[in-house]
Nanobody, 129 residues
Framework: QVHLVESGGDSVQAGASLRLSCSVS?????????VTWFRQAPGEEREGLAL????????FYADSIQGRFTVSQDNARNTVFLQMNSLKPEDTAVYYC?????????????????????WGRGTQVTVSS
């Protein structure tokens, strides 16, 4: 059984920073291809933000957060992080992490939620002006 649990969401002022964590069940992490952060604001579609290949450590980012958000991992703790700096009110959303195991994702499709096999329940980030 695969479990992903997000944490670190909070209510902050514009300009603040937050670090989200995605904890992946131990055995599952070693078998995963990639872990990706998504977000979904009310009335909006789910948006792919940042992918990390858990083996190679390479990454992709959405243009909307490029330069402000950074994805990283701690292999020893089976955790993927999303460091978010210079937060804006439009970053307000529920943030999810998702893992893919048997579907290969690349530059042209990593941000499409249908390719991911397992999801966490999300963590709320609220940014006020």
């Amino acid at each position: 059984q695969v479990h992903l649990v997000e944490s670190g969401g909070d209510s902050v002022q514009a300009g603040a920073s937050l670090r989200l964590s995605c904890s992946v069940s131990t055995d599952s992490y070693k078998s995963s291809n990639a872990v990706t952060w998504f977000r979904q604001a009310p009335g909006e579609e789910r948006e792919g933000l940042a992918l990390l290949y858990t083996g190679a450590g390479s990454t992709f980012y959405a243009d909307s957060i490029q330069g402000r958000f950074t994805v990283s991992q701690d292999n020893a703790r089976n955790t993927v992080f999303l460091q978010m700096n210079s937060l804006k009110p439009e970053d307000t959303a529920v943030y999810y992490c998702a893992a893919t195991f048997w579907t290969r994702v690349g530059r042209d499709n990593w941000y499409q939620h249908e390719h991911y096999n397992y999801w966490g329940r999300g963590t709320q980030v609220t940014v006020s002006s």
